[in-house]
């Protein structure tokens, strides 16, 4: 039993990777009544795009008086900020009680992290008697924890890319399969504007169990932190570009759940919706960005909003080893002055020396890094910190609190 909340989040976090299977869950689900099932829910998979997805549409249906959980990952705070209610963490009693009271499950079975996350929010958002939950898959899809869930209102694809291939496949057809793998018998899928090949994937395994795939509208760019869509014209709260795709794909969903997306209501939960750790402002003068960005497509997607920020652009960057972490270099370098690899502690972090190859640009020490790229940023540059959300959680507190001398 767990009297204090450091030791049961230290205990819950050691417990990656058990590797029993998809199966083995499910059924432990089942044991204990499939509250996942209790509520309605939408479920969210895609390479890019989807914490933000959820998070707007979060924000849509509370603006429109539902009671809503928000279940995403990893964290970028605190391990609780993962479950949400009405955008609230989940208290430090309430996952403490309910984690004391599945232990002897969670130890029976030997379950993961993510398998006790994925139990303790389906618990509370039960008890809770929560209107809808926005759930966020993990990895992949069709045998990813919260792919218990049996009979969601909507699911969406957002984007597939070339990520997790060691465990997803290693083409986009293979990978969208994965994804598609959330889709349930006759029921209605979202999908954002997929390559080709993933798209005909996720049309097959649609298909074949009689679910209706819905493109996602196309939305017109009308100019910085705006858009149109559906004729209702919408403004996005940050500069990043590709936010707008998200936000659109997002509007859609609440569309095809019986929301009026046209109302003052709507347009003032989209304009104020933020997803931190994704292109935000965490210091001025320098301008100090954080951005979560892990695969080419998303480094290719924050090069691209990079272009308006202020000059000289000085980059901290460092990703896990299971990413193209040398690639998604390569794609920063080409969109600032200058790229400075450093590393952080996490057993699944790479190192700086093997993402520089032969730049000669490191700061082993992340905190270093940052105070480097600040000094050579001047007052009127820009840093960005990027690569992994694993960085961005270590990196946004510590520039928040200005516990490195500014310049």
């Given amino acids: 039993m767990f009297s204090n909340i450091e030791d049961a989040v230290e205990w819950v976090t050691s417990r990656r990777n058990r590797n029993h299977g998809f199966e083995h869950f499910q059924q432990v689900m089942e044991a204990e009544g499939n509250p996942q099932d209790t509520f309605r829910s939408v479920h969210i998979a895609g390479t890019n795009g989807k914490g933000s997805t959820a998070r707007y549409l979060n924000d849509i249906l509370m603006a429109n008086g539902y009671k809503t959980g928000l279940y995403t990952s990893p964290h970028l705070e605190n391990h609780r900020d993962r479950i949400r209610i009405n955008d609230q963490w989940i208290p430090e009693s309430v996952f ?209 909003s990079l272009q308006e920020m202020p000059h000289p652009i000085i980059a901290v960057f460092s990703a896990l080893k299971d990413k193209q972490g040398q690639t998604i270099r390569r794609i920063l370098e080409g969109a600032c002055d200058r790229v400075i690899v450093t590393q952080f502690e996490n057993e699944r972090a790479d190192t700086a020396a093997h993402l520089a190859e032969q730049d000669p640009d490191i700061e082993p020490d992340w905190q270093k890094a940052i105070y480097t790229a600040e000094a050579l940023a001047g007052t009127d540059g820009t840093v960005i910190i990027t690569g992994s959300l694993y960085l961005v959680s270590l990196a946004r507190p510590y520039v928040k609190k200005q516990e490195f001398m500014h310049v």
């Fill in 96 to 304: 403490l009680n309910y984690l004391n009271q599945d232990l002897n499950v969670i130890e029976t079975e030997d379950l993961s992290m993510f398998e006790i996350d994925t139990l303790i929010a389906s618990q509370w958002y039960r008890d809770e008697q929560i209107d809808v939950a926005v759930i966020e898959t993990g990895l992949g899809g069709r045998l990813d924890s919260t792919n218990t869930l049996h009979h969601p209102q909507l699911e969406i694809i957002t984007t597939i890319g070339m990520d997790h291939m060691d465990r997803l496949g290693n083409t986009l057809g293979a990978i969208a399969t994965e994804k598609a793998g959330i889709i349930k018998p006759k029921s209605r899928v979202l999908i954002g504007h997929l390559a080709e090949e993933a798209r005909q994937a996720v049309q097959t395994k649609a298909s074949a169990i009689q679910a209706e795939v819905i493109p996602a509208e196309t939305y017109e760019d009308t100019g910085k932190r705006q858009m149109k869509l559906m004729d209702h014209l919408y403004e996005v709260s940050t500069a990043a570009g590709y936010q707008k795709e998200d936000a659109a794909i997002a509007l859609q969903a609440a569309s095809l759940l019986g929301i009026d997306i046209g109302t003052e209501e709507v347009f003032r939960a989209v304009r104020n919706s933020m997803w931190p750790g994704r292109f935000e402002t965490v210091h001025e003068h320098p301008l100090v960005l954080v951005d979560g960005a892990h695969n080419p497509e998303a480094m290719t997607a924050l090069a691209a």
